[in-house]
């Protein structure tokens, strides 16, 4: 069976090799009559292009890095299928890649995707030390943190925390409190606690907290609420015990808050009458258990990601930082 090149494709197609080769590198004013019909020829003849030799001439591989602390996690799942598709619309594949929420683990596996020659990573970074990155030559953007002198984008924590706080003394409640499983060296769930904190204060309310320190979040670990010694069922109950007034509460995770959710229902407080809820992430996850939460703009963050990692591929300047909006979706678990 006879090979299909690049120039049996561009002369059933009318045009010339040059034109299909832009087609196929999406580079190029080429006019979509001219784009549909090359492309219909080139499922018409079945052609594959030779990626090795494609990556050999232009030095791209056309693959981009992905590292995220899990890929069961429904956040971060989202994240995954967002970034795939984002990237396949601009003809790039995605090599994704596990940290398991372990910066050691997250040196390996970005040394093993620059020498790989991926053409860009994106990270959802477990360090504080960005060092490591600096070197690079290949173009490195992190997400949900900042390191200096790397490109970062991530959601306004301070402001989800600061709109849960508001959504629930606007909608009666007296004594909220926020509630997890969490780690202070999280600079993702320190502002979100600071957040909640800052808008109690300034309405007026008692700022209450109970947070258990972690190493771990539950946002990595979320098939097991009971690790390190961290039981939830005796620390909330320990909560309430504590703060037994409570009527509000509000989780730095949705999983979270569906765990208290069913531990409400199960001891017979009623939700949202007796206790509002309200988590963070907005996935499937809350649709499910018709949890109010505050949503992080998910496509939006990984469309923002891969337009500045493209910049950067393209060695143009891009900002140190971007700040995405969250908002608040109400729904069943609070009034």
Not at 159 to 169: E, N, P, T, V
Not at 253 to 259: F, G, M, R
Not at 285 to 296: F, G, I, K, N, P
Request: net charge neutral; hydrophobic share 35%; glycine share 6%.
């Amino acid at each position: 069976m006879k090979l299909i090149t690049m120039k049996d494709v561009a002369e059933k197609a009318g045009v010339s090799v040059t034109t299909v080769s832009r087609v196929l590198n999406n580079r190029g004013s080429i006019s979509e009559k001219t784009r549909k019909k090359v492309f219909r020829t080139i499922e018409e003849l079945n052609y594959h292009p030779n990626e090795m030799a494609r990556s050999l001439m232009t030095k791209k591989t056309h693959i981009i890095g992905l590292i995220v602390p899990a890929v069961d996690h429904p956040y971060f799942s989202m994240v995954v299928d967002a970034v795939e598709s984002l990237c396949a619309s601009s003809n790039y594949k995605l090599l994704l890649c596990t940290s398991h929420n372990s910066s050691e683990k997250e040196l390996k596996l970005s040394a093993m995707l620059r020498a790989n020659k991926v053409d860009g990573v994106i990270i959802y970074s477990q360090k504080e030390d960005p060092s490591p990155y600096m070197d690079y030559e290949l173009p490195v953007v992190v997400v949900d943190k900042t390191l200096p002198g790397i490109p970062s984008v991530l959601s306004d924590n301070y402001q989800g925390g600061s709109l849960a706080a508001k959504a629930l003394i606007e909608s009666g409640s007296k004594h909220p409190i926020i509630f997890g499983f969490e780690s202070r060296k999280n600079s993702i769930s320190e502002r979100r606690i600071a957040g909640f904190r800052d808008e109690c204060i300034r309405n007026g309310i008692e700022y209450r907290e109970y947070i258990i320190d972690n190493e771990l979040s539950i946002n990595t670990d979320f098939k097991k609420l009971d690790f390190l010694g961290c039981d939830f069922d005796d620390h909330f109950i320990k909560m309430l015990d504590m703060y037994p007034d409570t009527d509000g509460i509000f989780t730095t995770n949705e999983i979270l808050a569906s765990k208290i959710l069913l531990k409400l229902e199960k001891i017979g407080r009623s939700v949202p009458d007796d206790v509002q809820i309200i988590g963070y992430d907005g996935t499937i996850l809350s649709e499910l258990m018709d949890l109010t939460v505050v949503s992080q703009p998910t496509l939006q963050i990984c469309s923002t990601v891969l337009e500045i990692l493209f910049k950067r591929m393209e060695n143009k300047i891009v900002p140190s930082s971007t700040i995405m909006p969250v908002s608040v979706i109400k729904r069943g678990s609070t009034k």
